[in-house]
T-cell receptor
Framework: DTGVSQDPRHKITKRGQNVTFRCDPI?????LYWYRQTLGQGPEFLTYFQNEAQLEKSRLLSDRFSAERPKGSFSTLEIQRTEQGDSAMYLC????????????FGPGTRLTVL | AQSVTQPDIHITVSEGASLELRCNYSYGATPYLFWYVQSPGQGLQLLLK??????LVQGIKGFEAEFKRSQSSFNLRKPSVHWSDAAEYFC????????FGAGTRLTVKP
């Protein structure tokens, strides 16, 4: 396993369109996280899963955002009716399930909304 | 609420010089603290972490950090910087819902 992978790496879309991103975690990791990073800022936590259960969602995750992890393996993040403010890097991370956890990050999906 | 402040947006040091990147945190309990590095086009890589025990922690690439509860700080240090250390450095606090600072961009002069 070569680490966390994300697809696509880049996405350009027009305002109002829906987009979906995929994250494949490290195979034995049962926790999966989504973050958003805008230019000049650190990553902002969006949500995380333990197996298929979504355990926490940030207030940043508006109703237009939905994340799933149906079989406890890969995850998808969908943004409906995209807005220019959604332009950002979307990062995925995964970790083992223990008291403290090292989160391993993927390369991210850069979204540009025109 | 937990939060992280990195006071320095950009730091420039000469190759071979020492480095200290500042991080202050706010957290209600004993914090889990992390330093990550992000190079252009690369994912975030964990440099080191602290959650208990010895307050001076060693990480990869010759980095270390010291946890000071009285100052709510977790500053990152390196005694001699290499040109390859030029990158963005992020301090983070928390566990599952990590909070990151805004980052410090490090430039290394030859």
């Amino acid at each position: 396993d070569t680490g966390v992978s994300q697809d696509p790496r880049h996405k350009i879309t027009k305002r109002g369109q829906n987009v979906t991103f995929r994250c494949d975690p490290i195979s034995e990791h049962n926790r999966l996280y989504w973050y958003r990073q805008t230019l000049g800022q650190g990553p902002e936590f969006l949500t995380y899963f333990q197996n298929e259960a979504q355990l926490e969602k940030s207030r940043l995750l508006s109703d237009r955002f939905s994340a799933e992890r149906p079989k406890g393996s890969f995850s998808t993040l969908e943004i409906q009716r995209t807005e220019q403010g959604d332009s950002a890097m979307y990062l995925c991370a995964s970790s083992l399930d223990r008291g403290w956890n090292e989160q391993f990050f993927g390369p991210g999906t850069r979204l540009t909304v025109l | 609420a937990q939060s992280v402040t990195q006071p320095d947006i950009h730091i420039t040091v000469s190759e071979g010089a020492s480095l200290e990147l500042r991080c202050n945190y706010s957290y209600g309990a004993t914090p889990y603290l992390f330093w990550y590095v992000q190079s252009p086009g690369q994912g975030l890589q964990l440099l080191l972490k602290y959650f208990s025990g010895d307050t001076l922690v060693q990480g990869i690439k010759g980095f270390e950090a010291e946890f000071k509860r009285s100052q709510s700080s977790f500053n990152l240090r390196k005694p001699s910087v290499h040109w390859s250390d030029a990158a963005e450095y992020f301090c983070a606090v928390g566990n599952n819902d990590m909070r990151f600072g805004a980052g410090t961009r490090l430039t290394v002069k030859p």
